[in-house]
């Protein structure tokens, strides 16, 4: 995976302006708070998203791949204030799961999501070499 950092741009915190990658793609649908049998185990915006994050690393483990092929991630947040007072232990558990910080990444605050215990949802895009 190549890191697109145009010339005189500053590195971003956080996430990559863009990648350039070739292989087999991996595109995981948003994954929520949620254990693989559909239960929430908390309310908490940090501990949803370290579910949520598992349950990419697990979703991607069954299509051969791994956090280090992921490329793209778009995260769904119900609370922008909760998610930038939460951010020490939403990169902790990020550090912990997934690794590194290079990836193509959005935020978006909504509304709402679909499951109305959810506070966070996230998509991924992978790709694995081939």
């Keep these: 995976m190549q890191v697109l950092l145009p010339a005189g ?7 990559a302006n863009g990648v350039a990658v070739s292989g087999r793609q991996i595109y995981v649908a948003g994954m929520i ?3 693989g049998q559909g239960r929430f185990h908390t309310d908490d915006l940090a501990g949803q998203v370290r579910q949520a994050l598992q349950n990419v690393v697990d979703v991607l483990k069954e299509g051969g791949a ?20 939460r951010q020490a232990e939403i990169g902790q558990a990020y550090r912990e799961l997934i690794g ?8 978006v605050q909504v509304a709402a999501l679909i ?14 070499p081939e």
């Design 9 to 15: 741009w500053p590195r971003p915190k956080g996430y």
């Design 33 to 35: 708070g949620w254990d």
């Design 66 to 85: 791994g956090p280090e092929h992921i490329v793209r991630m778009t995260w769904y947040i119900t609370d922008k204030k909760e998610y930038l007072a």
């Design 115 to 128: 499951e109305d215990r959810a506070k966070v949802e996230i998509e991924v895009t992978a790709v694995v």
């Design 100 to 107: 590194s910080f290079s990836v193509a990444m959005t935020a």
